[in-house]
């Protein structure tokens, strides 16, 4: 074998073990970025997931605060009301008890609010209307006016003006519509919702557990932004 080709082969030999390495190499560099990748990836889904159920605990206070503030109090009786409505409808306790705050800010008192409720979560359920739009076209009966529920539901139009003011009309929708939300409930539609709920009651709880230290990371945010807002002003001044 000749010099010449002695060498080629050697550094043939080299070549390939040069490249070996380099693909080693990269190979540890990839893995390595991998592992990166994964731990930020878990940092994000965390720091998602804990802003999520902030969110949602943050969705829970704020109705029950309105709800006190409506009343001028708090009340255990509509609390417990939201909470067990809850279970047996599709609707969330959080959107019950924004619509219960809707109730006595508008001058219904407890008693009527606790009434009212249940027929609404019948009434959305029988007709396909929200929540929200059931609760508001309900209490316009109790000022004599049948709105959008004359049109829904002829028996309601038939009341006089002084029987929907005394309460009438929730009766009547009562025993028209009365078990449509908890048979709602039952269908595996229903249950999917209520699941997602469920979910939600879960996020809440976390969310309660992490309030203390989001708040406080959220008023150093803030303060932080204020003082650079500040800086730039004075900056600008100068």
Known sequence: MSRRTTYEIVAKTKGFKKSEKQVGGLKMALGG?????????????????????????????????????????????????????????TSGDEAIIAQQAFLAAIGMTEDQIVDIIPVALDLAAATGLTLESAVRNTAKTFSGLAGELGELVPQVR?????????????????????????????????RLTRVGEVMSDIAENVGSKLALTIDGLLLKFLEMNDALTEQEEKERDI
């Open 158 to 190: 038939e009341l006089s003006p002084e029987a929907m003011k005394a309460g009438e009309a929730v009766n009547v929708m009562g025993e028209l519509f009365g078990g449509a939300a908890s048979t709602e409930a039952a269908t595996l539609s229903g």
């Open 33 to 89: 970025l991998s592992r990166v990748a994964l731990k930020v990836g878990g940092f994000v889904t965390l720091v998602d997931g804990s802003r999520r159920a902030a969110k949602a605990f943050a969705t829970q206070e704020l109705a029950v605060r309105k709800l006190g503030q409506a009343l001028g109090g708090s009340s255990t009786r509509l609390l417990e009301q939201a909470a067990a409505l809850q279970k047996v409808s």
